[in-house]
């Protein structure tokens, strides 16, 4: 379901344009550099997102991508930038891809140790400042495809 529901939410985006404020494609070769400076590939879903996309909100939901190929002195909604900071300050497990933050304690990360039947990574939850493994871990969404429709969905109705 995962790119069905993509699919889902990226129409949801494009009948509400005035709810969209993203930076835009992002080309294959920044792509590439992206996953060789954290060391993860991306999975399709979160691909293709980043490919017409790049990063951005939709309504007051902030979801990370890629903005530039400056991973060192950026901002989010950089989540190369901000997974790599994270690493460096927190201890943020390699597995992880900071895709949102909720804005109370939690970030929600793309865990590429926990796949679907698809092998996409499941969006969980991530408390900073509490050792991984004493988490929760709890899933949020099943993959990206699905954590984008919740999030489209949700900001539609608000």
Not at 28 to 40: H, P, S, T, V, Y
Not at 57 to 81: K, L, M, T
């Amino acid at each position: 379901m995962s790119f069905e529901n993509l699919k889902k939410a990226m129409r949801i985006m494009e009948e509400n344009k005035d709810k969209c404020y993203f930076i835009g494609h992002r080309s294959e070769a920044l792509i590439r550099l992206a996953e060789e400076k954290l060391g993860l590939k991306f999975p399709d879903t979160y691909r293709y997102f980043i490919e017409k996309y790049g990063a951005g909100n939709y309504g007051s939901a902030e979801i990370f991508g890629i903005v530039d190929d400056d991973f060192e002195n950026s901002s989010v909604p950089d989540a190369i930038w901000y997974t790599l900071t994270e690493r460096d300050e927190i201890n943020l497990p390699l597995n992880l891809l900071i895709i949102y933050n909720t804005g109370d304690e939690a970030l929600y990360c793309l865990d590429f140790n926990r796949r679907n039947e698809a092998g996409e990574p499941a969006v969980i939850s991530f408390i900073p400042g509490i050792d991984f493994e004493e988490q929760e871990h709890k899933i949020i969404a099943n993959d990206f495809g699905d954590f984008l429709l919740e999030l489209v969905t949700h900001e539609s109705d608000v």
